[in-house]
């Protein structure tokens, strides 16, 4: 295998978002490989042989093959010698990461990414949004920014989820909220969670990363 970085994802794809910024960020040398959601490219015989889960996004470095994101944001950080977004050598600050990257999933993305698909991706299919997985996101969409606000950005004494430097954490969590700016969700309620999302928009790498997805949100409602 090669010894350049091999992505294989989607931009539509918010874990997908979170790796190759991260990989731009830090001029990690990489070639992207698109997989095509909506093709459902990811569910091909093909591609269950390089990740049996069928998901997006996946790595390959020389010979090793990782998938999910948050291990592959790990793994980066080590491979590559970026101590700073991720420090194996401090246990309390690795815990401190990994306690954001463990709520993460059921803490926000359940939710926001439930209503992503609900709202913007079974339409493109055709089909109809479920009014009781709406209801269930429209609730604790609310109460995850409440908490990102109040606990990982400390209301406002944090610059970042994890303190005053920027972690593998803040990459994850901005990449599964700015899609929902696709639907016209209003942030003025979370002055907080917004003028943290402007400082990671001033990282290298933002607008190539999020290129598609800020295409989305620019064209005109129906």
């Not at 997985?133 to 109460?143: G, S, T, Y």
């Not at 994890?162 to 990459?171: K, L, R, W, Y």
């Not at 402007?198 to 190539?208: A, D, I, P, Y």
């Amino acid at each position: 295998m090669s010894s350049t970085v091999i992505l294989f994802g989607d931009l539509m794809s918010q874990p997908t978002r979170a790796v190759i910024w991260f990989m731009m960020l830090n001029k990690i040398p990489h070639e992207f490989r698109l997989i095509s959601i909506g093709n459902l490219e990811q569910r091909s015989k093909e591609f269950e042989k390089i990740n049996p889960f069928k998901k997006l996004p996946v790595i390959q470095y020389e010979n090793q093959t990782i998938f999910e994101s948050h291990t592959i944001l790990r793994w980066l950080s080590q491979q590559f010698k970026l101590p700073q977004y991720y420090d194996f050598n401090d246990l309390n600050n690795r815990c401190k990461v990994d306690m954001y990257l463990d709520w993460h999933h059921l803490g926000l993305r359940k939710a926001t990414a439930g209503y992503f698909f609900q709202k913007f991706i079974l339409p493109k299919f055709g089909k109809s949004e479920s009014e009781d997985m709406v209801k269930d996101a429209e609730l604790n969409i609310p109460r995850a920014f409440k908490e990102i606000e109040s606990i990982f950005l400390a209301n406002g004494k944090n610059d970042y989820l994890i303190g005053e430097n920027v972690t593998i954490a803040d990459f994850s969590c901005y990449c599964e909220i700015n899609q929902l700016e696709v639907l016209n969700y209003d942030f003025t309620p979370y002055p907080i969670l917004s003028n943290w999302m402007e400082r990671m928009k001033q990282f290298e790498g933002f607008k190539e990363s999020h290129k598609i997805i800020h295409k989305i949100a620019s064209q005109p409602k129906l």
